[in-house]
Each structure stands twice: as C-alpha cells, then as structure tokens.
C-alpha cells in the first residue's frame, strides 16, 4: 500500500500521511510539504472517491458564469478558468463550469449545484455592487470567494484588481501627454469594477485639474465600444482621449475612431484594461493594464480553501495591482503642443496639479 510505504520512509504514522495528502491544517505544513513530495517521487494518486467520502467532501469547486450558455468566449472568463484550472488540480479538487445568464436562470444554477451537494464551495466571477449570488451563497452557510468586490454587508472572502488606481494612472499619464479632454467608456454601474474604474477616473480628472468629460456605459463588448466612441467623437468637443473599461470596448473604439476618418493614437489616444491577448495585434497596439490573473487565482483559492475549512472570512481579503502594459495606442499630442507654442509662445505645457 503506497500510503503505507510514504509512512515508512518519513517515519510518520499512516494516518499523518492521508490526512497531510487531505490537505488538513491538524498536520504541519513542512511535514505536507515532506509528504506531497514523497508520494510524487514515486508516483501515488490517492484514491479521490474514496478520500471525498471519507471527508465528507465533494472534492469540486463551482463556477457559474455570467454568460448564456455556449458563450465561453469573454476573454477574461477564459483566463479566468485557465489560472484557477490548474491550481485547483494540483490541490486534488475538481472544477464544475456551468453558464446561464444574470438573473433567474443564473440563481437556478447556484441552486443545482449547492443544493445537489455536487461542490465544497463556489467561485462568484464579475461582481456586482448589490450580489443577489453573495447574499443566497451567504445565506446557505456555502464557502465562497469572490472575484472582484461588493457592498454587501456582511464580509465574505474575495480577490480584487486595483481598478481606481489603475485609471487614476491613466489619467495622469494621458494629462501629462498634453490631453485635455478624457471621456470614459465604461460597463453599466451594477457591476463594481466599472464603479471602482470610473472612481478613478474621477479622481484622475480631479488631480490633474481637468473639467468633467462625458462618461458611455454599456456591457463591454467590442460592438458597445464602436458605438459607444462613434456616439462621443459626434459631439461639437469630442475627446482627444478615450479611456476604456475594458479591452473589448478599446478595441471597438479603435474600429470607430478609425470610422470617423481619425487616426488612433495620433487624433485619438485609447488606453483600455486587461492586456487581453487581441491587445498586441490590433492597429495601433494598444496600451492596456495587466491584471496578475495567476496571482489573483492563488489567493482566491487560497482563501476558498480556507473557508471551507471553517476559517473566518472577515480577513479574507486582498486588492492586487495591475500593471500598465506601454504601446502605441496613446502617444504624446506633440502636433497640438507645437500649434500652441506658435500660437503662445510664453504658454506653458501642460501638466498634473498635485493631489
């Protein structure tokens, strides 16, 4: 028996092993971490039916993606599932993936899968500031992380981007390259990202001493950005600045900015979220933030793994950086600077007023 064999070459008791291969916090970490590697070396897979019974466990993780059926293809969804997929089998644990639209179907499926007893707990992808998921998931005592923040409020465990920093170094930067006027594309206000992005564009414009531009809303999508952009660059004072939610919408701005007879990146500058692999290829490439997804999947599993074991999600917290990933979509207006130095040779160049 090959726990018998782990026992005896480390010297433990066979039921220090199983409970160690169990991932269980009565076992220290650095004998876990003797006893995963012994049993890689040579090659045991313990018996998962078996050790979910004996636990009690389903041995599988839930996710219900906000999406109808068959619509897989949201870049972030597909990140998403392909950071955590990996991390979730080098812990033992099963992934169920299922997708239904916001709303009815969307809590039918939350329903399937806790009540069938099918998951240990539950991943909530995209939140929205009032969660009618957080709020169910909460009520039926099932250990859940979320993806992005709420306001519910009770505390529960969840992983977070930096979103409002992100777009205040947005601005900054598009304010320091000589724009004036930055509007924002953004997703509707029920989701939280798109209320923590457009606070950081707020406080972007603030800082920097610009007036207030206009703000579009819409699900993020590369057809919303076409439309969403063609709409601000008809206004009598279009933006010479687009910055955008989310990539998807950046890329659909692109398309209408080339529409209207503009060139991006020297009419227009776009600057979008997510470094999304279509990022790097569109024309000009477009300048973006990285999220840490690997990073993020490791601390929300993590803490889901924490949670289940009982741990209180009041701590269970964390907010991650993004990283401004430099292209060409959103170069220096040096064309208006020099037309100004004409025109006011003692004009100063623009710049950031200090928060």
Known sequence: MSLRRIARTLGLSITTVSRAL????DVAAATRARVREEAARIGYQPNRAAQSLRQGRAGAIGVVLPTPPG???DPFFLRLLAAIGP???????????MAAPPGAEEMRAYRHLVESRRIDGMLVARTRVEDERVAWLQAQGMPFVTNGRTAAASPHAWVDVDGAGAFRTAVRRLATRGHRRIALLNAPDQYFFARD???????????AGLPEAPMRAAEPSEENGHRLAAELLALPEPPTALLCATDRLAVGALHAIADSGRVAGRDVAVIGYDDLPAAGWVSPALTTFAQPHEAAATHALDFLLRRIAGEDPASLHML??????????DPPRAREKQEAQLEDPHAESPGIRPS
């Open 320 to 329: 991650l950086a993004a990283d401004l990933v430099a292209r060409a979509s």
């Open 71 to 73: 619509h897989f293809g």
């Open 87 to 97: 991390l979730l089998a080098r812990a033992g644990l099963d992934l169920l993936v």
């Open 197 to 207: 992005r457009a606070a950081g564009w707020r406080d972007g414009l603030e800082a």
């Open 22 to 25: 169990g991932g269980f916090d």
